[in-house]
Nanobody, 127 residues
Framework: QVQLVESGGGLVQAGGSLRLSCAAS????????VGWFRQAPGKEREFVIA????????YYADSVKGRFTISGDNAKNMVTLQMNSLKPEDTAVYYC????????????????????WGQGTQVTVSS
């Protein structure tokens, strides 16, 4: 059973940067899609970004394109979310997630399609 542990997050001013990390224990990310969702108060959990571990393909929500990047570290079995040019609307709890990869190209933006979740980490962007 893969367990995900997030780190990073915090409070930053608009225009600033933050980095979130997600480490896997009890398994590796090999053959997994690994990504991040976020949930703001009163809103549904929404897809942010994902990476296919085996081929490095990345997928972004339109709202974060050009500002967020995701990368994987095989040696550390860790994924990193780099968030730049943060906006107040990026404020949310960010969740690391993973699911078995069923295709080299197809990915999912639906939370219910993912099997493993971290505990979440708060990101707050002040205006």
């Amino acid at each position: 059973q893969v367990q995900l542990v997030e780190s990073g997050g915090g409070l930053v001013q608009a225009g600033g940067s933050l980095r979130l990390s997600c480490a896997a224990s009890g398994g590796t990310f090999s053959n997994y899609d690994v990504g991040w969702f976020r949930q703001a108060p009163g809103k549904e959990r929404e897809f942010v970004i994902a990476i296919k571990w085996n081929n490095g393909r990345t997928y972004y929500a339109d709202s974060v394109k050009g500002r967020f990047t995701i990368s994987g570290d095989n040696a550390k079995n860790m994924v990193t979310l780099q968030m730049n040019s943060l906006k107040p609307e990026d404020t949310a709890v960010y969740y690391c997630t993973a699911r078995k990869s069923y295709s080299s190209t197809v990915y999912s933006t639906v939370a219910g399609a993912y099997d493993y979740w971290g505990q979440g980490t708060q990101v707050t962007v002040s205006s």
